[in-house]
């Protein structure tokens, strides 16, 4: 069936130093997409959306870039913290079908 | 405001017993999903609930398997004659509206299964 799958399943990333996430999606069909932010024993939090009719969304340090053309999706996180050290996982589904497809999800981990 | 909250946050049941797991979605959320998430994998779709209505049901593993929500507002997931094979995290999200909108992750319940 059609999934959702990451190009890394580990980032390290310096503290201070910008992160990019990137996901790839199969099905054309797919109208919105999420990134999720899950840590350690927590449930996935929502971090940021985007709609099949934008290119680009930009949230607070995080910007979701969407490149339909290619089925591409990317989350960039600014000045990256400690705190940003989690698994993140970006999600698709699209109108009329309510559930949403993960991918197996990139962990990222900031280095002091 | 509060959350998604589920209970128990962990759960340890020995193969062959049942067992049940509660989902309180944020107030006034219409929609209802169950995921599960095995060790180390991104959470894959159970059911979904619009209101007390369940409209989708394919990702239940099998017929042991059982949702409701009764009233529309709180849920309950119920795993029969459970497995090993069981074992994961069981997450609950809610969302406001009917149609594609942000889903609302609770902490989940670990299930683990001897």
């Known amino acids: 069936g059609e999934s959702v799958g990451l190009h890394l399943p580990t980032l390290s990333v310096q503290e201070g130093d910008n992160s990019i996430i990137n996901c790839a999606y199969s099905?054309?069909?797919?109208?919105?997409f999420i990134w999720y932010k899950q840590e350690s024993g927590k449930g996935p939090q929502f971090i940021i959306d985007i709609r099949s009719n934008m290119d680009k969304r930009q949230g607070q340090r995080v910007t979701v870039l969407l490149n339909k053309t290619v089925k591409h999706l990317s989350l960039q996180i600014a000045a990256t913290q400690p705190g940003d050290s989690a698994v993140y996982f970006c999600?698709?589904?699209?109108?009329?079908?309510?559930?949403?497809?993960f991918g197996t999800g990139t962990r990222l981990t900031i280095i002091p | 405001g509060a959350g998604v909250s589920q209970s128990p946050r962990y759960k340890v049941a020995k193969r062959g017993q049942d067992v049940a797991l509660r989902c309180d979605p944020i107030?006034?959320?219409?929609?209802l999903f169950w995921y599960q998430q095995a060790l180390g994998q991104g959470p894959e779709f159970l059911t979904y609930f619009q209101n007390e209505a369940q409209l989708d049901k394919s990702g239940l593993p099998s017929d042991r398997f059982f949702a409701e929500r009764p009233e529309g507002s709180v849920s309950t997931l119920k795993i029969q004659r459970t497995q090993q094979e069981d074992s994961a995290v069981y997450l609950c999200a809610s969302s406001p509206t009917t149609v594609t909108d942000t889903q609302y992750f609770g902490p989940g319940t670990r299930l683990t299964v001897l």
């Open positions: 099905n054309s069909a797919s109208d919105y």
């Open positions: 999600a698709e589904n699209n109108f009329g079908n309510e559930k949403l497809t």
């Open positions: 107030s006034g959320h219409v929609s």
